[in-house]
């Protein structure tokens, strides 16, 4: 009988469907809680997910790039997922428009505001050169933070790291912040979610409200553009 | 369903296309994101398909970085060694950034009848 069990499970763990079918299931788990505290941002659903995940996989020492053969098709809908950002944002894009000058003057200010504060953090705490490097992109969607981290001599899969950390703090930690600095405007919140916390903290701004949402999404795109032009720029001011 | 998916694949490979043409290092699926909201703009309103499966799509938007997340695991030794620092910058970080970036953004906005207002809880 165990024998048998363990053949299934041989079997099962090789195929994709396990890996696929596992993060959903973490997913409708950490959904079903978020639910059930009201959408309250220190149960998301992302974070759920990830730590039943993980638990998971170390106790039957599964490796990662085999739960991925079966994740990746939950990873490659991100690409479509971004694209269909556009509608949102097209729906608002009357708001977009009457406060475009905030949104400027935000996004500068913002994206100087997400590399400096992080490696100067860093930096005062002692951190490695190669670490102050990976960090300078962390508040930019990942596959742009990992094109500039390796432009300017950083660790590409550090960085990555540090930009899902900063989505996760961003989406869960969020809500409070802006509440302490009493912004109430859904635009203004949504700016600051999509610069700080990227895709992770847009998926969040969604939950809440449509226009904090679309602005979130509008910020995000910015932001990678801006870091991308910014971070370049500040490592020769710097050196 | 099928044909707004279609869309959504068509925007993103033309990007993607785009973005390798053109040598700039920008992921493809922003590009597509402008594609797309350039087209939306030019047909001057959102088809009824669309606005369904975009929506149905962005509703469990948390779901697709899941996986990217459960990734995390395998770098985290890279992180232990200088977690002090790290964490500080991540936590300290994103939270000063999106409060100073929220601050300036409303001190630059015109007050907007409909959007906003109401402080959102924490729940």
Redesign the interface.
């Given at each position: 009988m165990e024998g048998e069990l363990h053949q299934i499970w041989v079997y099962l763990s090789t195929t994709p469907l396990l890996g696929l079918t596992l993060?959903?299931c973490?997913?409708v788990l950490g959904?079903y809680l978020y639910r059930k505290?009201?959408?309250?941002?220190l149960v998301?659903?992302?974070?759920i997910?990830?730590l039943v995940?993980?638990s998971l996989?170390?106790a039957s020492d599964t490796p990662?790039s085999r739960?991925?053969e079966g994740?990746?098709f939950?990873?490659f809908?991100?690409?479509?997922?971004?694209?269909?950002?556009?509608?949102?944002?097209?729906?608002q894009?009357h708001?977009v428009r009457?406060?475009a000058?905030?949104?400027v003057?935000?996004l500068v200010?913002?994206s100087l505001?997400?590399v400096l504060?992080?490696?100067?953090?860093?930096?005062?705490?002692?951190?490695?050169r190669a670490?102050l490097l990976s960090?300078a992109p962390?508040?930019v969607?990942?596959?742009?933070a990992m094109?500039i981290a390796e432009?300017i001599g950083g660790?590409p899969?550090?960085t990555?790291?540090?930009v899902?950390?900063?989505?996760?703090?961003?989406a869960v930690?969020?809500?409070?912040?802006?509440?302490?600095?009493r912004?109430?405007?859904?635009?203004?919140?949504g700016?600051?979610?999509g610069?700080?916390?990227h895709?992770?903290g847009?998926?969040?701004a969604?939950t809440?409200?449509e226009?904090a949402?679309a602005f979130s999404?509008l910020a995000m795109?910015l932001n990678?553009?801006a870091t991308?032009i910014l971070v370049p720029i500040l490592m020769v001011l710097l050196n | 369903m099928i044909e707004s998916l279609t869309l959504l694949l068509v925007c993103q490979l033309a990007g993607e296309a785009i973005a390798r043409a053109s040598g700039v290092p920008f992921p493809g699926p922003v590009i597509g994101m402008a594609i797309l909201f350039i087209g939306l703009m030019i047909r001057g309103s959102v088809p009824e398909p669309l606005q369904h499966t975009t929506r149905s799509i962005l509703d469990h938007l948390s779901l697709l970085f899941v996986p990217a997340g459960v990734g995390v695991m395998i770098y985290l030794p890279l992180v232990a060694d200088e977690w002090l620092p790290i964490a500080s910058a991540i936590i300290i970080g994103t939270l000063v950034t999106m409060a100073a970036t929220a601050w300036v953004m409303n001190l630059f906005l015109k007050p907007s009848g409909d959007s906003g207002e109401q402080p959102e809880k924490p729940k």
């Open positions: 993060t959903l973490a997913y959904y505290c009201r959408f309250n941002p998301n659903p992302v974070l997910a990830v995940l993980v996989l170390i990662y739960y991925f994740a990746q939950v990873h809908m991100l690409g479509p997922a971004t694209v269909a950002l556009a509608v949102p944002l097209y729906r894009f708001h009457r406060s000058t905030a949104v003057v935000a200010f913002g505001t997400a504060s992080a490696v100067g953090i860093a930096w005062l705490l002692g951190a490695s670490t960090m962390k508040s969607t990942t596959p742009v094109g432009q660790l899969s550090l990555a790291v540090l899902i950390l900063s989505g996760i703090t961003g930690l969020g809500t409070y912040t802006l509440n302490l600095v912004v109430k405007d859904w635009r203004a919140r700016i600051a979610m610069i700080a916390a895709g992770i847009t998926a969040r969604f809440v409200n226009v949402g999404s795109g990678a553009l991308a | -």
